[in-house]
Each structure stands twice: as structure tokens, then as C-alpha cells.
């Protein structure tokens, strides 16, 4: 694969990481593509390979709430790739609920998900990536990285972690030529939202944070866009 053009995406099955996949994809990208279930992932895989012909695509599962899975998984991308160009850092599951009476390990699990897969994964890639001196580094964190609300609890713990994540590795990476930007969503019609009825288009499409994606990969390389903040039009629910 070319560097110039590889992207990795985590949590491509399906919902925000496929619809940014595809994005890219359609953009000329390739794409090394990860996911915790091999069934899905390789089921997005065919669907994306008849797609975008033109695009060298492949895909692994790991669970990235395991160190040494994670560990794994950037030797893989690493086995091919010198270097990504784009790292998009968007596997997550939200598990809602109150800290007073969440159950114990949820926001040990929330945080493994939500914050060590990226901050492993990141490590990874970093040394490949500060070599090239350049790349593009997304983490989805969400509009809960932002503000306290009820029912967040650990979700929000860990989306609060991830945001810190990034904006500590966008100051560390200001010298190094890699840019890092903070996604912060509000409600997008994916699984996480599964049951919503979004007859009216209350909430967003997955296809509008890739394209907000898609648009900050665009630019100079003496510009990062560090936030991209997108809620839907009528606001958070
Ligand atoms: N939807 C929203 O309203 C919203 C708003 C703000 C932020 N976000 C954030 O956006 C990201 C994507 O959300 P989504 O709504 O698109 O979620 P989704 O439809 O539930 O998809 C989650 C993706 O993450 C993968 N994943 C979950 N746990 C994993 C693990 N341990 N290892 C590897 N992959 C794992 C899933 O893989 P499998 O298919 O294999 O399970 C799937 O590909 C999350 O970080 C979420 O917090 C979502």
C-alpha cells in the first residue's frame, strides 16, 4: 500500500468508522480496517471491495480493549504500511447509565473501549508515523467529552479522557508535522441508536461527520483543524 494514501479505521463494521471508510474510499484512500467482530467486518469488507475497485482495501478483527490485542493489531498495520497517512480512532460503545448505580467494571470496560484502545493503537503507529513526519491523527470522542448530562457516566468519563487524549497529543505532535483533531458528535443515527425513530431527521447521518472528516483531511499541511463540534440542527436530545 502507498502511504501517501492509507488510512486506518477503527470500528469500520458499521456505523460513524464504515461510513468514514467509505468516505475515503470513494476519495482514493486505502484502507487497513479493524473491528472487534470478524463477521461484520468482513461483510462491510466485500461490500466496500465492490464498491471502490480501484482501492487497495483489507481488513483484520481484534479486540482493541485488550492491550496486547491492540498491540497486535498495529503490527499488522504496520506489516503494511511503513506509515498511515490518516488514523481514524472511532471503535467505542456507549453503555448509558447513572455513576451511582452503574454496575461495578462498567467504567473499567467503558474506558478500555473508549479511551486505552486509542491511546495504545496511537502508540503504535507514533514511532512509524513521527519518521515520516507527517499523518493525520482523528479521535471520535463526542458532544459527552464536552458537558456533564444524565445518564452519561462512564460513557461520559471515557469520552471527557479521550478528548484530553487528544488535545495532549495535538500539542505534542505540533513538531512532529502530525496533525490531531477531536471529533466531537452529538446524535447520529447508527446502532448506538438503534429503536430511534428518525422519521423527522432529528438526529445526524454517519455520512456527515465523514464528511467533516473527509474536508480536515484536506487541507494544507500548515493547518490542522483541531475540533470539529457537530450536533444536530435542532440540537442535542
Ligand atoms: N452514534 C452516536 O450518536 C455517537 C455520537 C458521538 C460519538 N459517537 C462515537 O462514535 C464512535 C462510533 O460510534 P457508532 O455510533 O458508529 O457505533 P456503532 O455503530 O455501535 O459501531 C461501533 C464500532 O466500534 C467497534 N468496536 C466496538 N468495540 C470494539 C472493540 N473492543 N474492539 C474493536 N472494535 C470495537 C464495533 O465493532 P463490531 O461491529 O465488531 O462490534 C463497530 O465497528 C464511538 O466511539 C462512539 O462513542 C457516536
Known amino acids: 500500500m502507498q502511504n501517501s494514501r492509507v488510512a486506518v479505521v477503527t470500528g469500520a463494521s458499521r456505523g460513524i468508522g464504515k461510513a468514514i471508510a467509505e468516505k475515503l474510499a470513494a476519495n482514493g484512500f486505502d484502507l487497513l480496517l479493524v473491528s472487534r467482530n470478524e463477521f461484520k467486518l468482513y461483510q462491510a469488507l466485500e461490500e466496500m471491495l ?23 493489531c498495529g503490527d499488522w498495520i504496520l506489516s503494511n504500511t511503513s506509515a498511515p497517512a490518516v488514523m481514524i480512532n472511532n471503535a467505542g460503545t456507549f453503555l448509558p447509565g447513572d455513576i451511582y448505580k452503574q454496575e461495578e467494571g462498567v467504567l473499567e470496560s ?26 493525520h491523527i482523528f479521535n471520535i470522542c463526542s458532544i459527552a467529552s464536552l458537558r456533564a448530562y444524565p445518564n452519561g457516566g462512564a460513557y461520559s468519563i471515557s469520552k471527557f479522557a479521550l478528548y484530553g487524549f487528544s488535545q495532549n497529543l495535538r500539542e505534542e505532535m505540533k513538531p512532529h508535522g502530525i496533525k490531531v483533531t477531536a471529533v466531537l458528535p452529538g446524535a447520529v443515527l447508527t446502532d448506538s441508536w438503534a429503536g430511534f425513530d428518525n422519521s423527522q431527521g432529528r438526529i445526524m447521518e454517519a455520512a456527515d461527520i465523514a464528511n467533516m472528516v473527509y474536508a480536515a483531511t484536506q487541507l494544507s499541511p500548515q493547518a490542522c483543524v483541531e475540533d470539529i463540534i457537530i450536533r444536530p440542527q435542532l440540537g442535542d436530545l
Open 50 to 72: 465492490l464498491k471502490y475497485p480501484g482501492v487497495a482495501i483489507k481488513a483484520r478483527a481484534f479486540d482493541l480493549s485488550d492491550a496486547a490485542a491492540t498491540k497486535a
Open 110 to 135: 467503558q474506558l478500555a473501549t473508549n479511551l486505552y484502545s486509542a491511546y495504545h493503537l496511537t502508540r503504535a503507529l507514533l514511532p512509524a508515523m513521527t519518521a515520516q513526519k507527517s499523518g
